[in-house]
């Protein structure tokens, strides 16, 4: 993908990219054992120096723009916050750098949830796979 600017996205919007943008756990799941996707957690540094999910990579939000480096163009990128609001800016920011992004809809806080017990042993097995 190449890059574009915000007045040409914002013209060709509609709701394919609308459904693109997002990413729901199950399939961020699948895509990430299978090495396809890369995460991106977005939070400040002493968020992320409080507690993390131990998968995935820290690049603050506001130092995004000066790591574009450390991110792989050849996976789907997601980006992923407590809730979604800073990872949809993120989102589009690296999407108008050209990169297929996506963001966690479910947020941080249901991913810290929803593998508690069995489901992170479950998974962390299928990602050693």
Do not use: S
């Amino acid at each position: 993908m190449k890059e574009i600017d915000f007045d040409t996205y914002l013209k060709e919007f509609d709701y394919q990219e609308r459904k693109d943008m997002k990413i729901q756990m199950p399939e961020l799941f699948d895509l990430y054992a299978k090495g396809q996707a890369q995460i991106i957690d977005i939070r400040f540094p002493e968020e992320y120096a409080a507690w993390h999910i131990g998968f995935g990579d820290h690049i603050p939000l506001n130092e995004l723009p000066d790591r574009l480096g450390e991110i792989d163009k050849n996976k789907t990128i997601v980006t992923m916050c407590p809730h979604y609001d800073r990872a949809e800016i993120a989102r589009l920011f690296l999407k108008l750098k050209g990169f297929e992004a996506r963001y966690l809809t479910d947020g941080m806080l249901k991913v810290v949830d929803y593998l508690r017990g069995d489901k992170a042993r479950d998974y962390l097995e299928k990602l050693k796979g």
